[in-house]
């Protein structure tokens, strides 16, 4: 970066938001200007003034996304960092598709965002152009609805990848909507115009998963009467999706290995040498590292495979997506049906919340659908809720919510705690793995910030903005609180 005075622009109608952000960026060395309406910054920017932007997403006159766009024509080449407290799958890939330099969700790390400002001004003359629009349905991304951490995250690594053709590997349990994250990532691609065929290793009997995959020619096997075209060439201009790729056998993981390194491949029974176009995209509930231990995975097919890895986290790790789920499920229903939608009492709310959820997405969404035929009330009370709830072994008692005060932390080891050290350990392989990973000096850092964000964001909510009482239950000073709202712009 340059020894002159960079000057940042600030677009945010919260005044909390833009104070923050304008302290810590001018003590960091720039000039800033703030302004409460986008429409502002962007007469100040078409004069050539500024040499970066940050904007939030949702604004009065002007969305932010529609001030990168305005950005990107007028003056292009200037890095935006957009921040949104309403982070979406839409608007994730969005923003990047739109040129943005980088995409962040609040509650932000103030730290991050300086350094993000320092990197984004020393890269200005290398910034990528924008990349064309994809024509998004938001109907099409009902299963991506969630405002926790890990659904954030995972929506702004999707964002990244859009115009990218590197291989993906989608990590997660079943349930939890790995075909779904595999058809957003062809639906934001620059193959998206072509094909996305599915295979489910799981599925298939492993005497027929190489003809389904390379196609076979006439009279290669019994009951070969005529050739036939595999997913290779059916994707061909493409997205293949190798889904529940751990179920696939040695072999014909050898040869699928083979067609990824040389991108050719024959049909079974075959001699003609036919060339691969396609981009693969694999789904695995498995433990992967643990079946190459155990010699039923190849460890080289692994890596060729888990180039950009994403993790889908189970329902149980977000349970405050739950109540959102379940009435965008309860609403899509209803349209279906022509039915007016139903809703959930707040003890059945409570009950849904704190289940463990064993088939994550798709059992939620199958409990909803029978619920929304099998009660006659409008109101959806626990007694209602199948009765395998009531006995779940994650909790003691699932029509009272846990308690504030002394028993919370008791509460909190017994159901959450493992979980917990799950999210911790995914955010950190996810923060390895990414493929814009930059050398690591930080990372206590990060990672407790982002608990210590979401922690104290969930109890100043509980108590409703009562600083006192939140400190009581955190086991904090007061003042110690509050200089933690204000370091981290809560």
Do not use: C
Not at 49 to 68: A, E, H, K, R
Not at 91 to 102: S, T
Not at 224 to 234: L, N, P, V
Not at 387 to 395: E, G, R
């Amino acid at each position: 970066m340059n020894r002159e005075i960079k000057t940042i622009l600030i677009a945010d109608d919260d005044r909390s938001i833009r104070f923050v952000l304008e302290t810590a960026l001018t003590n960091a060395g720039f000039q800033v200007n703030a302004f409460e309406d986008g429409r502002d910054l962007l007469a100040v920017a078409a004069q050539g003034q500024g040499d970066l932007v940050i904007t939030d997403v949702v604004m009065p006159s002007v969305s932010g996304l529609d001030l990168l766009k305005t950005i990107n024509t007028t003056r292009p080449g200037l890095p935006v960092i957009v921040i949104t407290a309403q982070s979406t799958l839409r608007n994730a890939v969005q923003a990047f598709e739109r040129g943005a330099f980088e995409y962040i969700s609040k509650p932000f790390d103030i730290v991050k965002i300086v350094d993000l400002v320092k990197q984004a001004l020393s890269q200005e003359n290398k910034k990528a152009k924008p990349r064309h629009l994809s024509g998004m349905d938001s109907d099409r991304f009902g299963g991506f609805i969630g405002s926790s951490l890990a659904m954030q995250e995972l929506f702004r690594t999707i964002g990244r990848l859009a115009n990218s053709e590197m291989t993906v590997l989608i990590h997660g349990e079943s349930g939890t909507g790995k075909e779904l994250v595999a058809r957003a990532v062809h639906a934001h691609s620059p193959r998206r115009k072509g094909p996305m065929t599915t295979i489910n290793m799981a599925a298939i009997p492993k005497n027929l998963i190489e003809s389904e995959l390379f196609g076979h020619e006439k009279g290669a096997f019994t009951g070969a009467i005529s050739r036939r075209t595999g997913h290779f060439e059916r994707a061909k201009g493409g997205t293949l999706f190798l889904d529940e790729i751990g179920d696939m056998s040695m072999d014909a993981q050898t040869r699928l290995l083979r067609v990824i390194q040389d991108g050719t491949f024959t049909r079974v029974g075959g001699q003609d040498t036919l060339t691969t176009n396609v981009r693969i995209v694999a789904a695995t509930h498995q433990d992967l590292p643990a079946a190459i231990t155990e010699g039923r995975f190849r460890e080289d097919l692994y890596y060729r495979l888990n180039v950009v890895p994403l993790y889908i986290p189970s329902l149980r790790a977000r349970p405050e997506d739950i109540p959102l789920l379940a009435d965008f499920f309860l609403a899509q229903v209803a349209k279906k049906t022509g039915e007016r939608p139903k809703q959930f009492s707040v003890q059945a709310m409570e009950q849904l919340s704190a289940y463990s959820w064993p088939g994550n997405v798709r059992e939620l969404e199958n409990m909803v659908q029978r619920l929304m035929v099998l009660v006659s009330n409008d109101l959806i009370l626990p007694e209602h809720l199948d009765l395998s709830m009531a006995t779940n072994p994650s909790s003691e008692d699932l029509s009272e919510p846990l308690t504030m005060g002394v028993e919370l932390g008791t509460e909190v080891d017994k159901v959450a705690g493992p979980e917990l050290e799950d999210l911790v350990i995914a955010a950190v392989d996810q923060h390895f793995r990414s493929p814009d990973a930059r050398d690591i000096t930080n990372l206590y850092d990060l990672i407790v910030n982002r608990v210590e964000v979401a922690l104290i964001t969930r109890v100043l909510q509980e108590t409703h903005g009562n600083r006192v009482k939140a400190a009581g239950i955190l086991g904090i000073n007061r003042n110690t609180l509050r200089k933690k709202i204000q370091d981290h712009g809560l």
